[in-house]
């Protein structure tokens, strides 16, 4: 597709230069004529769900979409081969298994996303804890569970697991890299894994000299510069319901991170109750309140993605509470009689225009 009268001569001479410096996929071509836009769409299966990359694309420059597939797809596979727990020798489940008490040596990447989600369990009073990955199993959610059956755990089994939580047993040592489990915690970064993929795909685009894109993995988003139509992108936030793709506002967005919590997607239901696959460590069961999707906005996807289910495990007046005073630009969509009501933060607000 072809997006007429937008000017894109110095990007162009921009992006010649990175191509020359960095060579990537993207390649330049010699004459002169109309400047105009283009875009690329990729997509694929990733962490259990899609992504979705949009490139938009200059005129006098060409990609080569088989290239960028590749340096996309060898990302992807290394990033699950790190935090995967469905995989047996990721490197996440290898620190699962590793010894209590005995130092594990990890990855830079594996190492920033513990940090990360360190910061964030402090920062959510525990509510965003990476050791619950035992209960996750338990309800059948996690890498490790047998899948199947929907069917609700013994109270003795949920007592049993919630034994096996809490992040302030994951120690980190700042210098060595070195991860220490003070007792046997099951660590899931299944909320923020996908943030952070995002993340990497984004600096994978930006350091080929892209700068107009958009990076979804399961609905998980990294929007940059500007959308095929020389505007800011606009995205949805969805209507919190079973049917897909329901609007329920649009915002203009550029150079952001956006993820949204919601347990409109992920859950079973017994007996006509939803059990959501987001669970509240302090009770060992999944959240029950009346927040029905949280948005976050933020620079990185993976603090978007791990604020969004930390707000949604604290629920509506806690998270939103929380949101005010730490500056954090959340909108809350919560379920009454009659629908859903929003709530968002102050910081929130510039995005609503
Ligand atoms: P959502 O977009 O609904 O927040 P995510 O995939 O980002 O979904 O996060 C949910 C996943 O995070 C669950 O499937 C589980 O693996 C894990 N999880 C569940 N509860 C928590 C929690 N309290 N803290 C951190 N991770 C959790
Ligand atoms: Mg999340």
């Known amino acids: 597709m072809v997006f007429a009268n937008v000017c894109f001569t110095k990007r162009a001479v921009k992006l010649l230069f990175l191509f020359i410096a960095s060579f990537t996929f993207l390649v330049a071509l010699t004459g002169c004529g109309d400047q105009q836009a283009d875009n690329v769409q990729l997509s694929g299966s990733t962490m259990g769900t899609s992504y979705n990359i949009t490139l938009v694309v200059p005129d006098k420059i060409q990609v080569d979409e088989d290239k960028l597939r590749m340096l996309v ?30 130092p594990f040596p990890v990855s830079r990447q594996l190492f920033d996303v513990l940090v990360l989600s360190l910061e964030i369990a402090w920062l959510s009073n525990g509510a965003f804890d990476i050791t619950v990955g035992s209960l996750v199993d338990l309800w059948g959610f996690g890498g490790g569970s047998e899948g199947g059956e929907d069917k609700v755990p013994s109270v003795q089994a949920i007592e049993r697991q919630l034994a096996r939580i809490g992040f302030s047993s994951v120690e980190l040592n700042l210098f060595s890299d070195e991860v220490t489990k003070n007792k046997a915690v099951n660590i899931d970064l299944s909320a923020i894994a996908k943030g952070y993929a995002v993340d990497r795909l984004a600096e994978l685009l930006l350091k080929s000299g892209a700068q107009d894109f958009m990076v979804e993995i399961g609905g998980e988003i990294r929007l940059q510069g500007n959308s095929p139509r020389g505007t800011p992108w606009r995205i949805a936030i969805e209507q919190p319901e079973n049917q897909i793709g329901a609007v329920h506002k649009a915002l203009n967005l550029s150079n952001v991170g956006l993820a949204t919590s919601g347990d409109y997607r992920n859950y079973f239901e017994v007996d006509g109750e939803r059990y959501s696959h987001t669970i509240d460590p302090v009770t060992g069961r999944p959240i029950t309140h009346k927040l029905a999707s949280v948005t976050v906005l933020a620079d990185s996807t993976a603090y978007a993605d791990a604020v969004a289910t930390a707000i949604n495990v604290m629920g509506p007046e806690k998270g939103l509470s929380l949101a005010e005073d730490t500056g954090l630009a959340v909108y809350l969509l919560i379920k009454t009689e009659q629908g859903f009501e929003a709530k968002y933060s102050s910081a929130f607000q510039p995005y609503l225009n």
Do not use: C, M, R
């Open 73 to 102: 797809d060898a990302e992807l596979k290394q990033l699950n081969q790190t935090f995967s727990t469905y995989i047996d020798d990721s490197e996440l489940s290898q620190l699962n298994q590793a010894l209590v008490g005995t």
